[in-house]
């Protein structure tokens, strides 16, 4: 019988729950922690190939090469006739290696050449310790005997010299403040240096050259050179000669009126160029006070193009021709001065008290009468006058392309009482810069043409290619044509028979007009006894071409006036300048020759110049130590020769009329706006308390109150004014 088997599946166990979380919490962690390493892998990896790559880079080629920087040599500066002014000097810079040194040459190199340089042994043994540096300059522009002494020492391979450049001045102080000076890196710091310096100082090149790993050159390895861009080549519209002229008549300016200092500008006012421009005291370029910053900023401070003054009787210039040209007056307008003339109230003085009568438009310029220009500044009113005024070039910078020129200071005529107009028309109350005065004068006598005063002539590149070239154009003709001659015949009357008188010229036509302008304190008030003396001057009169201003600042002798402080410096400037242009004399004047007066008492020098047609100035009656013009020179008959006795205290030309101001309303101000307010006005504010806080509720004088500049007002406060 068959047995039937019994068939057995074979089962298999099939897991019927999920995986254990933790087996797969730990996989998701590894694979996050990968990931982050990754991350931190790939950041690291982009910061030291993109960020520190150049860095590196760098660092790992400085160790198998050695860069060598070659200098570009600055650019040279000439006068308008090829002269040079500033140049390179060759020189010499000592240079360490590192890398070359032996550690045991070290100490011996630094205390060698710390003594015969002059510098810190510690610092010196820093450097030849700096190993990551493969070249290092240790002192530059050393001259050739301190070269050969260097070499003679022997101190291996690790020290050396190199040629060196230095700034030079062929001419010592001839035009400091212009040219300024550049530091031992041939770095600009003062003047042109300055202000041009990144196209006079050129791109330095360099030499790279492979090194093995003790910093020597390798036999056949790769050496690259850069060539260096030589700086632009700078020709200046200054003459050197002219220059000269100005400078010595400066400093005989200085002298002889025993004064702060004297500044001065020779302009062609055909074209706007500065001829020449000084500040006196000066300094020698190849020698600075570097030793004295405060002093050295003084004497580096080109004073006609930073520093501000009230023109005083030289901008009556200005005047004349804005109300000739608006036909507010004309030439046979006549005024009347009685010492002064009341404007809203207040008499303002002229500077001759006694007044000058009746007089036409000429006599008035050449009287330099207040009154009469007074009455031509409010006859034009103040928006015509200011019109001129800017347009004249006042209130804003030439340009004049030197370092430094601030704008003037013209007050907004919103602001400006018939007071101030009255003031602004004989030159207070307006601050110029010398040289705004220089370039309005030059566009009143040209032609009527304002020219942009300017100094760098061309740049060019070493090649000779002219890579600028200076703009002649005339900014604008603020007068007419028509205008500007009469001005011109005016001006020379003032010379020819006016206060101008000391700057004739034999055998030329000469303009021009005297300026004395009053200096003030601290406060705002007139410092008696300070003044700014000022003559500007152009010449030939009848066919303008040179124009010469000088200020002489703080004269100490008796007569202050610009008639006799500045005036005999400008005709010697003109005089110079006309024959060494070659422009031949056009008159026919009687002159004379001075006579040498030296020694006698000063009533006797006047009698013996009286006897051949010439005028005396004296300071007293004591013995004349010196004059000028000197002996034996020859000046147009009716000159007046200035006798020094050596008294040198100030005497005052005539009584300095007061400056007032209006008190305002002060109520609900607080202290620091009050102060403010007053400030402004030439007010100093005087306090109930030391530490004032709340609101003005009272004050010492009355809102409308007419006061002097520089007087006190007393405040008081408190919190509210409810109180």
């Not at 047995?3 to 998701?28: D, E, G, M, S």
């Not at 007061?658 to 706006?673: D, I, Q, S």
């Amino acid at each position: 019988m068959a047995v039937k088997r019994k068939k057995h599946r074979l089962k298999l166990a099939v897991p019927t729950t999920k995986p254990a979380r933790p087996f797969k919490a730990r996989l998701l962690h590894t694979l996050i922690a990968y990931g982050i390493v990754f991350i931190i892998l790939t950041v690291l990896l982009f910061v030291i190939q993109v960020i520190m790559g150049p860095n590196i880079a760098r660092s790992a080629l400085s160790q198998w090469t050695r860069t060598t920087v070659i200098s570009a040599s600055r650019g040279e500066i000439t006068d308008s006739t090829g002269k040079l002014l500033a140049t390179n000097g060759l020189a010499y810079k000592v240079v360490i290696w590192p890398k070359r040194m032996d550690s045991s040459d070290r100490e011996r190199a630094a205390s060698e050449l710390s003594a015969l340089l002059g510098l810190n042994y510690e610092t010196v043994l820093k450097r030849c310790k700096s190993t990551q540096y493969q070249e290092i300059v240790l002192k530059r522009q050393i001259d050739s005997a301190t070269r050969d002494a260097v070499e003679a020492l022997k101190l291996g391979n690790g020290v050396g010299t190199a040629v060196d450049s230095k700034r030079y001045y062929p001419m010592g102080s001839l035009l400091s403040q212009v040219l300024g000076f550049t530091n031992v890196d041939n770095v600009g710091q003062a003047g042109i240096e300055l202000y041009y310096n990144e196209y006079l100082s050129g791109t330095d090149g360099r030499r790279i050259a492979e090194t093995d790993n003790s910093g020597n050159p390798l036999a056949y390895g790769v050496d690259e050179y850069v060539a260096p861009i030589d700086g632009l080549n700078m020709t200046l519209t200054v003459n050197s000669v002219m220059q000269r002229y100005l400078e010595s008549r400066l400093a005989e300016a200085v002298a002889a009126n025993n004064a702060k200092g004297a500044q001065g500008i020779i302009m062609d006012c055909t074209n706007g160029a500065i001829l020449a421009v000084a500040s006196m005291p000066d300094y020698d370029l190849n020698n600075p006070p570097r030793d004295d910053l405060e002093l050295l900023n003084q004497l580096s401070r080109n004073r006609i193009v930073t520093d501000v003054y009230e023109p005083g009787s030289t901008f009556k210039i200005i005047t004349l021709a804005a109300a000739l040209d608006s036909k507010a007056v004309s030439a046979s307008s006549s005024f009347s001065c009685g010492g002064s003339y009341s404007v809203n109230g207040e008499a303002i003085h002229c500077w001759k008290h006694s007044g000058h009568g009746s007089q036409t438009l000429t006599e008035a310029a050449e009287n330099s009468c207040n009154c009469a220009f007074m009455r031509m500044a409010l006859a034009m009113g103040k928006s015509t006058f200011y019109d001129y005024i800017y347009a004249f070039g006042f209130g804003q910078s030439t340009e004049s392309g030197m370092l430094g020129e601030t704008g003037g200071i013209v007050t907004h005529q919103k602001y400006v009482t018939d007071n101030d107009l009255a003031r602004i028309g004989f030159g207070q109350s307006i601050a110029v810069t010398p040289i705004q005065l220089a370039a309005a004068v030059s566009a009143a006598v040209n032609g009527g043409y304002l020219y942009k005063p300017y100094v760098i002539q061309r740049m060019t590149d070493k090649d000779g290619n002219v890579v600028f070239e200076a703009n002649t154009a005339p900014l604008r003709q603020v007068i007419t044509g028509e205008t500007s001659a009469k001005v011109r015949k005016i001006l020379q009357s003032v010379v020819d028979n006016g206060t101008g008188r000391n700057a004739r010229i034999e055998g030329y036509a000469v303009g021009g007009k005297t300026g004395t302008a009053q200096k003030y304190d601290e406060y705002g008030r007139v410092d008696p006894g300070r003044y700014i003396c000022s003559f500007i001057g152009f010449a030939p009169a009848d066919n303008p071409r040179y124009v010469c201003l000088i200020l002489v600042d703080e004269p100490h002798v008796a007569s202050i006036f610009g008639s006799t402080v500045a005036a005999p410096f400008v005709k010697a400037v003109l005089e110079d300048v006309l024959h060494y242009s070659g422009i031949a004399p056009t008159l026919h004047q009687e002159t004379v020759e001075v006579p040498d007066v030296k020694g006698l008492s000063a009533e006797e020098a006047t009698a013996k110049l009286a006897e051949v047609g010439l005028y005396a100035v004296c300071q007293s009656s004591d013995e004349v130590i010196a004059q000028i013009p000197a002996a034996g020179e020859t000046v147009v008959k009716g000159y007046q020769v200035l006798l020094y006795t050596g008294i040198d205290a100030p005497e005052e030309p005539f009584t300095q009329e007061k400056t007032y101001v209006t008190v305002p309303n002060l109520r609900g101000y607080t202290p620091l706006k009050a102060y403010d307010l007053l400030r402004s006005l030439g007010l100093i504010m005087a306090t109930d308390t030391q530490d004032p806080a709340g609101y003005v509720y009272a004050q010492s004088v009355a809102p409308g109150t007419k006061v002097e500049v520089g007087s006190t007002i007393d405040l008081w406060f408190r919190m509210s004014l409810d109180e």
